[in-house]
């Protein structure tokens, strides 16, 4: 996991102020297979580590700070892009490729594809909701 999460920290650097490149950096992160190993593996044992629910949401914070995004980004789609390359083959096309082209839009309707069809993520995220209650402090 450092690995991934030092890259994220680096490709954010470079992002600089422009908030849509780094929101669209964020959407590819969690599109990779780092985040994907975390749920299936949650899934599997049904519990999650506190260090994945505060990274998830950081990013979620960062995420809301960019102008005309939903004010309520479900922690379940930022879930579900951990599972939206399933079915493509073709690297180029890979929404965890950095050097894509999708929107921000794009990613976030893909992200709602995947949880309409893997609805054992809503439970995860409910998981993920309660347990991040739990350990995040209160203001």
């Known amino acids: 996991m450092s690995l991934w999460l030092q890259s994220l920290g680096y490709d954010l650097y470079d992002c600089g102020d422009n908030l849509e490149e780094r929101a669209k950096c964020i959407l590819a992160y969690l599109s990779m297979p780092v985040p994907r190993s975390w749920w299936e593996h949650a899934l599997q044992i049904g519990s999650i580590p506190d260090s994945y629910i505060l990274i ?38 890979k929404f965890a490729n ?33 347990k991040a209650e739990n350990i995040l402090p209160k203001h």
Not at 60 to 78: C, F, H, S, V, W
Not at 107 to 128: F, Q, T, W
């Open 98 to 130: 950095l050097d894509n082209f999708y929107s921000i839009e794009e990613y976030l309707s893909k992200a709602k594809e995947i949880c309409a069809k893997r609805p054992e993520l809503s439970k995860l995220v409910e998981n993920v909701d309660t």
């Open 56 to 93: 998830l949401q950081d990013l979620r914070g960062e995420l809301l700070t960019i102008e005309g995004l939903p004010e309520r980004l479900d922690l379940a789609l930022l879930v579900a892009l951990g599972f939206v390359d399933d079915f493509i083959e073709d690297e180029e096309l």
